[in-house]
């Protein structure tokens, strides 16, 4: 059972079933007013599964073998146009320097993303400088939200919101790490499933800029963690030397 968790194919698909019945659960908790208790017990259910995945998996800190170019990179620049749209609705809707914070450092943000993608997909190693931009996005965007998440101190109205930002950006800070062939292949797979889970959760009942920035998380999410958990490359065995007298096919 436990060999079956390293297997993208199995593992993707549950974590975005976690994450399907996570949103469903919210969708019914928000509507109803009802407890938290069976959402909080899925929360943990679905970090278990993160961490349990995590910890089947060897080690591998190189970007080649971490990054290999496929279609599921085709949803990072997805991801980064959604990212793009929801800074644009930042700076249309909100005002103050909040506004600019998020807007236009959202804007730059989709651009780096976008960036890494093109790159990764060219089969180029993309600059360090690249995830920092994108992960300095990030944390642009968390600081003044959760100002405005401290306005009302009720932790249930945005502790779900919380865990998404920090699993996005703690997982573009470690994904940045293979850049210099020093990558964290369990933790990196962790926060990926993680987020994948607080991402779609965080969906239910937020504005459409936030829901754009969530959806574009879990896409990102989704990208990184088919890419890092690729089953290794299986090396070719040398083919025997030719006997004298015997042509080579």
């Known amino acids: 059972m436990l060999r079956k968790l390293k ?10 079933a976690l994450a399907l019945l996570g949103l469903i659960l919210r969708l019914i908790q928000r509507n109803a007013g009802s407890s938290l208790w069976a ?15 995590a910890r089947n998996l ?18 990072e620049l997805l991801a980064a146009l959604l990212l793009a749209a929801a800074s644009i609705l930042r700076l249309f809707t909100l005002t103050g320097l909040t506004r600019w914070l998020t807007g236009l450092t959202g804007l730059a943000g989709a651009a780096c993303l976008g960036a890494i993608a093109v790159q990764t997909i060219s089969r180029r190693r993309p600059s360090p400088y690249l995830y920092m931009g994108w992960t300095l996005s990030l ?16 932790i249930s109205d945005y502790c779900f919101q919380l865990f998404a930002s920090i699993a996005v950006m703690c997982a573009s800070f470690h994904l940045g790490g293979f850049v210099l062939d020093c990558g964290k292949r369990r933790i ?13 959760v965080s969906i239910a009942g937020s504005m459409l800029a936030s829901v754009l ?8 999410l989704c990208a990184v963690l088919w890419s890092v958990m690729a089953p290794p490359r299986r090396r070719r065995r040398p083919r ?3 006997e004298p007298g015997e042509q080579p096919t």
């Open 213 to 220: 920035t969530y959806l574009s998380g879990l896409l990102f």
């Open 39 to 53: 959402l909080a017990l899925l929360s943990a259910l679905a970090c278990g599964f993160a961490a349990l995945t």
């Open 240 to 242: 025997p030397p030719a």
């Open 139 to 154: 944390i642009c965007r968390l600081i003044p939200e959760f100002r405005i998440w401290s306005v009302d101190p009720r």
């Open 58 to 75: 060897r080690p591998r800190s190189g970007f080649a073998a971490n990054n290999r170019p496929s279609l599921f990179l085709l949803l």
């Open 188 to 200: 990196t797979v962790f926060f990926c499933i993680a987020g994948i889970f607080f991402c779609a």
């Open 7 to 16: 297997q993208r194919k199995l593992v993707l698909p549950a974590a975005l």
